[in-house]
């Protein structure tokens, strides 16, 4: 950041504001304090009839990869409207929100992953703008070297592992 967002200055300085402990950006001319917290991912693994479906992703980063349907937030919408947003733009296909399967930090990249589940709405999908293709996988199918983010990978291995049991919950991971 170059310029104060409350009052544009330039006099920008890190520094430990008063009662607090963490390096901050404050501003030396109206004294705002700039937080810089993580991003928020929202994404959901769609299934059906015992099957996942995965998009192979059509941007950067990790083009040509597969991926859990998920991307950021928007200001002013319900994670779970975001997940199913995203199941939208990727695979064009709808579903029913189950519930929240994973949370999955990338603390050097400073984002947090809230990963659902729901079920495919009529089975019906089809491939968004940002997918080069999407397909149902067993969990024998999966590509998991082709596999996009770590974040897939954590709510990949641990729905498996949770359908098994019979037995979903909530997992927490980080890298």
């Not at 019906?124 to 997918?131: A, P």
Request: hydrophobic share 40%; charged share 25%.
């Amino acid at each position: 950041m170059k310029f104060c967002s409350n009052c544009g200055s330039s006099d920008l300085k890190f520094e430990v504001p008063a009662g607090d402990n963490h390096l901050r950006q404050v501003c030396g001319n109206c004294a705002e304090i700039h937080y810089h917290n993580p991003k928020i991912i929202t994404g959901c693994l769609p299934i059906w009839e015992g099957q996942v479906l995965l998009c192979r992703r059509a941007i950067e980063p990790r083009a040509g990869y597969w991926n859990v349907p998920a991307g950021f937030l928007e200001i002013g919408e319900a994670v779970e409207d975001g997940a199913m947003r995203e199941v939208w733009e990727e695979a064009e296909a709808k579903v029913h929100i189950l519930g929240l399967q994973s949370v999955f930090t990338f603390t050097n990249f400073y984002h947090v992953y809230l990963q659902f589940v729901g079920e495919l709405v009529g089975g019906k999908f089809g491939v968004g703008e940002e997918s080069l293709e999407s397909r149902l996988f067993s969990e024998e199918e999966i590509p998991w070297e082709e596999i996009a983010f770590e974040s897939s990978r954590f709510a990949l291995r641990h729905y498996f592992e949770d359908k098994k049991k019979g037995n979903f919950k909530l997992h927490i991971g980080s890298i």
